[in-house]
């Protein structure tokens, strides 16, 4: 495969939040604002009306040679297993793609924000989507117990 897919981002993240922290995401606020010559208030019309979003976005600041293809420790920590890139969520993913659910706090015009979005400033978002009970996993979830200890302080 080595087709190339070209994305434009419908907005930008606005937070205080500068750098890419491992850990206290929960109760961040962030406004993404809609890039204004592509959409009007009319694209975040009854998205009011939902609890939470999902918010797509690209890991800007991560550099493309730090990008993994393999496997590694999460967070480079040796107690945890090596596993595969798609087996975490890091920044360092071959697309630099981010996916987070969060709280949707207000809409206003072309102004969306939510809490608990793990994006900093500038980050460019690709899409939104609603958070809808039907597209949540279907039956029991579970991880490794790595993963559960990497997640302990993330929100």
């Not at 994305?7 to 962030?30: F, I, K, N």
């Not at 694209?43 to 939902?50: I, M, N, S």
């Not at 800007?60 to 480079?76: D, I, L, N």
Request: hydrophobic share 40%; proline share 8%; aromatic share 8%.
């Amino acid at each position: 495969m080595t087709e190339t897919i070209t994305m434009t981002p419908v907005g930008l993240v606005h937070t205080r939040r500068m750098a890419a922290e491992d850990d206290a995401w929960g109760p961040e606020a962030a406004d993404i604002v809609l890039d204004s010559r592509r959409f009007g208030p009319a694209a975040l019309t009854g998205l009011e009306a939902f609890s939470h979003v999902e918010v797509l976005f690209h890991f800007h600041q991560a550099p493309a040679e730090t990008v993994e293809t393999g496997a590694r420790h999460p967070r480079g920590n040796t107690a945890w297993p090596k596993v595969g890139i798609f087996a975490q969520r890091g920044k360092d993913r071959p697309n630099r793609i981010g996916a987070t659910i969060c709280e949707i706090l207000s809409v206003d015009g072309t102004t969306l924000t939510v809490r608990g979005l793990d994006a900093i400033d500038g980050t460019p978002v690709l899409d939104l989507k609603p958070v809808m009970a039907g597209f949540l996993p279907r039956g029991p979830l579970h991880e490794p117990l790595w993963a559960k200890e990497l997640m302990r302080r993330y929100w």
